[in-house]
């Protein structure tokens, strides 16, 4: 908007302070405006259905850790018996006495641990014991007895299976803490991207104030939706909401930090990280061992995987992966935060510049006029263009033998 100055600011050299408007949004036009967005939603889909088959259509382990009390002779025996069901799937350790072997299920060193008839005195009388945690889910369960038990059916032995760490009774599927993480990260998702929609020129302090009031209150309504109210998710309440909303913060501050440094592009790079590829390889559906090798690394790295392995820990298996959780999902959240504040103090440093030098600045944020239209034009234009994946349904998998 140009400022019309009257005789007597014209006469006296004062200019009546103006605040411009929004900068016009035209984007796109024709035919790239008519296809440019089926285009992207249709790359993010085919990625998305492209992953999860991937993951899932025929989930086999690799190298899935079990062990066995006995000798090292014994474990590369079983290691072969093993090999003959699904060749390079498991991964034996042989333990000296069953307390260890049971030690190593309960802090999920191991799946699960054989224990032969008579290698123990709590080896069930005749029967070989297979001491497993129901925790891991159905189609691991259904995997290890169905494995087991054909190789001890093979050498003329019964089986007898031993649950040591039992899934919550408000969890019989298995999928609660999948689902939860889930909507963790869509929550994330859209908060990061929302948060430079409604207010594009937020100072960075406020900015920060709404991510830390967003985690803050996620985790919190996780830990009691999950935990108190279903009863889908054990482990000290304030352990589990604090858990889970470091990880919002690092899955909203990852959206924001995208968003911010490459506009309406960081969006549909965010939802492929974190909502397909983040969401497949968490692990809450079955264990990375059972990923394809391309997909298995992202499990320890991306904020879902190191995420749902802390909070299984944190449930059922005495703090497992809690430590690493912790550390990589405060690295996630450290590193946006420091992007976010690099981007915009550099805005901000480089339009003090230009307000010194005579620019107009307009007075809702401090920043010279074509400082704050650019703002609004790199960040409050991210509107998502990736149609946010509907909830997953339960996998097929999930209760069935893989």
Do not use: C
Not at 2 to 12: F, I, L, N, Q, Y
Request: no cysteine; hydrophobic share 50%; glycine share 14%.
């Amino acid at each position: 908007m140009s400022p019309v100055a009257s005789d007597h600011d014209a006469r006296t050299g004062h200019h009546p302070h103006v605040v411009d408007a929004p900068a016009p949004r035209t984007g796109a036009t024709g035919a790239g405006g008519a296809l440019l967005p089926a285009l992207i939603v249709l790359v993010i889909g085919s990625i998305f259905v492209s992953v999860y088959l991937a993951a899932f259509h025929e989930p086999k382990p690799h190298r899935l850790p079990v062990g066995i009390v006995g000798t090292a002779q014994q474990a590369q025996q079983l290691r072969t018996g093993l090999d003959a069901h699904a060749p390079g799937g498991f991964a034996v350790t042989a333990y000296p006495d069953r307390a260890a072997a049971a030690s190593a299920v309960e802090h999920r060193t191991v799946y699960a641990a054989l224990v032969p008839a008579g290698a123990s005195s709590g080896s069930n009388g005749g029967a070989d014991a297979l001491l497993y945690g129901s925790a891991n889910g159905p189609s691991v369960t259904a995997l290890l007895e169905g494995d087991f038990g054909a190789l001890a059916q093979a050498g003329g032995h019964s089986l007898a299976a031993q649950d040591l760490v039992p899934a919550s009774g408000g969890d019989t599927r298995g999928l609660s803490i999948f689902y939860s993480a889930f909507g963790l990260v869509l929550a994330g998702f859209l908060f990061g991207t929302m948060t430079y929609q409604m207010a594009p020129r937020l100072e960075f302090r406020w900015r920060m104030t709404s991510l830390a009031a967003f985690s803050t209150v996620g985790g919190l309504a996780i830990a009691a939706i999950a935990g108190q109210v279903f009863g889908a998710l054990p482990g000290p309440f304030l352990a589990v909401a604090a858990l889970t909303g470091l990880m919002a913060a690092a899955v909203g501050g990852t959206t924001m930090a995208l968003v911010r440094l490459l506009g309406p592009a960081g969006v549909s790079v965010s939802s492929v990280l974190m909502l397909i590829l983040g969401n497949a390889t968490s692990g809450g559906i079955l264990p990375p061992a059972f990923l394809p090798a391309l997909l298995r690394p992202l499990s320890e790295i991306l904020p879902v995987g190191v995420g749902v392995r802390a909070v299984q820990g944190l449930a059922y298996f005495h703090g497992d992966g809690v430590a690493v959780g912790v550390g990589v999902l405060a690295l996630w959240t450290a590193v946006s935060v420091g992007l976010l504040y690099w981007r915009d103090a550099r805005i901000i440093g480089t339009e003090a510049t230009a307000a010194v030098a005579g620019e107009p600045s307009d007075n809702l944020t401090g920043m010279p006029r074509a400082a704050s239209s650019k703002l609004d034009r790199s960040a409050g234009e991210a509107t998502p263009l990736a149609v946010v994946v509907a909830s997953m349904p339960e996998s097929s998998v999930a209760g069935e033998r893989v």
